[in-house]
């Protein structure tokens, strides 16, 4: 059982380009969370989806970005017109259930944006 | 809101030593309390959960508390040996994950 994916593993943008982060959960579990780790800071959440629905946004910036999780693929975090403070790493966690049970971490994304 | 607080926020030890890592939460209403490790430029490692009707768990070398109405957690490490060189997160789950900052621990030779 493949663990959670997530590609690209480093991606580099231009200030104003969009950015499309990639998720993949693992075989089986319906629920996908996202997270942003700045540096030198912690863990942050972001979003929390199940299949198309998105359940709990409240950690998402107000503008630029945006989640879905489609009945077909992957979850996408898109953020729109990039800038140098959105340079983090993004990590997806996926579980079978409830957010209450255990996560299962993907290795990253690691965005910077120049 | 949730807060959670993680002390030191980096350790160095020498081999072999055991060691302790607090974490310590605000709001008690939580479901588990889960561990992680991380290496430099990877992601997150499950190391424990703690479920909120338990008080600790084990996994060979690494033994985590949990103490809901303080508000605390401690990761025990015994015997400590430098591939354990990492930083670790504690986190509080309810609806969300609420992480900590983590602690950097270094283990010397």
């Known amino acids: 059982n493949a663990g959670v994916m997530q590609n690209p593993r480093h991606l580099v943008r231009r200030r104003g380009q969009e950015a499309r982060l990639r998720c993949s959960p693992m075989k089986g579990h319906s629920h996908v969370y996202w997270y942003r780790q700045l540096p030198e800071e912690g863990l942050k959440f972001m979003v929390y989806?199940?299949?198309?629905?998105?359940?709990?946004e409240s950690g998402m910036p107000k503008e630029r970005f945006s989640a879905e999780f489609p009945k077909e693929g992957p979850s996408i975090l898109r953020i729109q017109q990039v800038v140098r403070g959105d340079s983090a790493a993004y990590f997806c966690?996926?579980?079978?259930?409830?957010?209450?049970?255990?996560?299962?971490f993907g290795p990253g994304t690691r965005l910077l944006v120049l | 809101k949730q807060e959670v607080t993680q002390i030191p926020a980096a350790l160095s030890v020498p081999e072999g030593e055991n060691l302790v890592l607090n974490c310590s939460f605000t709001?008690?209403?939580?479901?588990?309390l889960q561990w992680f490790r991380q290496d430099p430029g990877k992601g997150l490692t499950s190391l424990l959960l703690?479920?909120?009707?338990?008080r600790e768990q084990t996994s060979g070398r690494l033994n985590a508390s949990l103490d809901k109405s303080s508000g605390r957690s401690t990761l025990y490490i015994a015997a400590s040996q430098p591939g354990d060189s990492a930083t670790y997160l504690c986190a509080s789950t309810g609806n969300q994950f609420y992480f900590g900052t983590g602690t950097s621990l270094t283990v010397i030779p």
């Open positions: 709001d008690s209403a939580i479901y588990n």
């Open positions: 703690i479920q909120s009707s338990q």
């Open positions: 989806l199940q299949k198309e629905n998105i359940i709990d």
């Open positions: 966690a996926s579980s079978p259930d409830r957010p209450q049970e255990t996560q299962y």
